[in-house]
Each structure stands twice: as structure tokens, then as C-alpha cells.
């Protein structure tokens, strides 16, 4: 996957909102209608964050809407959870329904929320969907097996180290109560430029392959910690059900082409079949047609009938397998 940054960046500045902020980022995007819209994290004057939409009509022009679209709640159930400031929305579209996962900052450390709206003007708190600390969820956009699925980052807090920073996948019948966790993907080690931790961003994307899904990776420099965008492809599959679904597809003509030449070579190899078997009623037809030719006598008659007879079995490999032959043949070929 080959990306191209916007030669008109950036798309949003803090000077483009209707009153004063520190500053605009990691927001979330979506299509809605005839509109893009993004959802943004923004910082007031106060260093507290809220999500602010802004809206286009061809991608690249943003102007945000009056006033916010969330803010953190100061009283009542989710004023606890996000008492430092709600940050970094995924949207995701399930239906008719988008949903929104946002950060909760509070003393707590940080935790997910997750929203719900379908026109972008109002939202409706569902519930608080992880322990802290974690963050960086993103829905994937249906069922997987009958049930929610989401990608996320817990992350455990061993004095001033974090170790962590890997990117979960677990399952919900309601998308309220998760499970089943497991861990799909770590930082690569050896200072490569997601070393540090990684996180997911966007919603995955359903392929033939698999879901691909655009995953932001952290590097401590000298400087400072260095954000790059990366992208992973996850199936679900072990490493034998990708060999046998994608890579044996791919060989089966090299392997028809061999498969079909041993063949020819073992069944013509009467060696060991003179060997190993003493009765002659118990005799290949090839070792027979051995047997057949004489010093000085032979009873070509006989020889050709069962030549032709020992070319049977191969034959029938081949009619078996000359699909496979036409497949290696014209693979990668175009139409003109």
C-alpha cells in the first residue's frame, strides 16, 4: 500500500475553530451521506480535550462545526471516568449505526468509552467498555464469528516502564461486556521504527486476504518518541491454513508438473519390484515386459499390448492433473 500526503496539509489548524485552543489532532474519520466528516480531538485553553466534528464535502476543505459535539461529562456516572478530558475517537459504522470509542482521562489512568450516534449532531454515551489502563480501540465494522470483535491496546504500568503496548483482539455478544482476549501483534524489537508500542487507528478493512487494518507504531529517539503509520494484514489463520490455502493454490501447477514426472519415473523403476516380488503372477506390467525381451527372441506383439497397457496409469495421472498444467500455463497471463 503505497500513501500519498496532501501536498494542502494540514486540513485543520487550531486557528480554524470558532473560539481559541491549544491545539487539533488524532481525529477520526468518516464518510456520512454526501459529507466527510471528521471527529477531532481538541485541546482548550485549559490542556482539557473534547471531540469536535468538522465537516467537508470533498475531503480536504474542513470547516468544524459552532461548538463541540462531546465534552467530558462533569457530573453524574461518566463524570468519574473522564474527569481529565475525552480524547481520540474511532468511528465505525455497524448497520445504520455509528459508534465512537473514545479515551476517558481521569486519576484513574485512562480508559475506553463508547458512543453512539446516527446523524454526527447527537451522541449517546453507551457505557465504559475496559478497565484502565487501555485505550486505541477500534471496532471491526461486523460480526466475526457470530460475535463483536475490537482491537485494543491494555497496557500495565510497572513503575515508570510501561510493558505493554501490544494490540489485543477480543469479543463481545452486546458490545458492551468483552472477552476471549488474545494478543495479535507486538512492537518489533531492534529499534525499528515501531519498537516502542503500537496501537490500532482505523477500523479494519475487510479483503479477500483478510482484514487490513492501519496501525499507528512509536520509536524513542534522542529527540523524543517518533509516530509512524504502518499496515498489517490479519486473517485469523495459523501458519498452516495459510500454506494450505494460499500458498498450495499457488504451487499446485509445479507441484501437478512434479507429482506427475515421479509418477512416470517410480512406476517405469521395475527394480525393485524384480526385487522384492519372486511370484510372476505378483509382477508389474513393466517388470513383465522385461521379462518379455530376450537375448535373442522376442514377441514384439506381446511387448507393444502391454507397453500400451503400462502407459495406462500415467496417462490417467496426467488427465487427472492437466488442469493444473493449464493453470501454471497461463498464470499471470492478460487478455489484450
Not at 204 to 213: H, N, S
Request: hydrophobic share 40%; proline share 7%.
Amino acid at each position: 500500500m503505497n500513501m500519498k500526503r496532501y501536498e494542502g496539509n494540514p486540513i485543520l489548524t487550531a486557528g480554524d475553530f470558532p473560539r481559541p485552543v491549544n491545539s487539533v489532532f488524532n481525529a477520526g474519520a468518516i464518510k456520512y451521506g454526501d459529507e466527510y466528516i471528521l471527529l477531532n480531538r481538541v485541546e482548550d485553553l485549559e490542556g482539557v480535550s473534547c471531540l469536535w466534528a468538522a465537516r467537508s464535502q470533498d475531503g480536504l476543505h474542513f470547516t468544524p462545526d459552532p461548538q463541540p459535539a462531546m465534552v467530558r461529562a462533569t457530573e453524574g456516572h461518566y463524570a468519574t471516568y473522564e474527569e481529565y478530558g475525552i480524547e481520540d475517537p474511532r468511528i465505525t459504522r455497524i448497520a445504520d449505526t455509528y459508534y465512537v470509542t473514545y479515551t476517558c482521562y481521569s486519576r484513574y489512568a485512562p480508559c475506553v468509552g463508547l458512543a453512539r450516534t446516527r446523524d454526527f449532531r447527537t451522541f449517546e454515551r453507551m457505557g465504559i467498555i475496559s478497565l484502565p489502563p487501555n485505550k486505541d480501540v477500534v471496532l471491526f465494522p461486523e460480526k466475526v464469528g457470530g460475535r463483536y470483535a475490537r482491537l485494543d491496546r491494555p497496557t500495565t504500568l510497572a513503575g515508570k516502564c510501561d510493558v505493554g503496548g501490544n494490540i489485543w483482539l477480543s469479543y463481545s455478544p452486546d458490545l458492551l461486556h468483552w472477552g476471549d482476549p488474545r494478543p495479535v501483534m507486538q512492537p518489533r524489537k531492534g529499534g525499528r521504527w515501531d519498537s516502542k508500542k503500537i496501537g490500532a487507528d482505523a477500523p479494519p478493512i475487510k479483503t479477500e486476504q483478510g482484514w487490513l487494518e492501519i496501525y499507528h507504531g512509536v520509536r524513542e529517539t534522542g529527540s523524543g518518541v517518533l509516530y509512524r503509520l504502518g499496515v498489517a494484514r490479519m486473517d485469523g489463520c495459523s501458519e498452516f491454513r495459510i500454506w494450505w490455502q494460499i500458498m498450495m493454490p499457488l504451487t499446485m501447477p509445479a507441484i501437478a508438473a512434479v507429482a506427475t514426472l515421479e509418477f512416470t519415473w517410480i512406476f517405469n523403476d521395475y527394480l525393485w519390484a524384480i526385487v522384492l516380488l519372486r511370484s510372476d503372477d505378483l509382477k508389474p506390467v513393466t517388470a513383465g515386459l522385461a521379462a518379455l525381451q530376450g537375448q535373442y527372441v522376442m514377441d514384439w506383439t506381446v511387448i507393444t499390448a502391454g507397453a500400451l497397457l503400462a502407459t495406462i496409469p500415467t496417462v490417467v495421472v496426467f488427465i487427472f492433473l492437466q488442469r493444473y498444467f493449464i493453470e501454471g500455463l497461463t498464470l499471470g497471463a492478460t487478455k489484450g
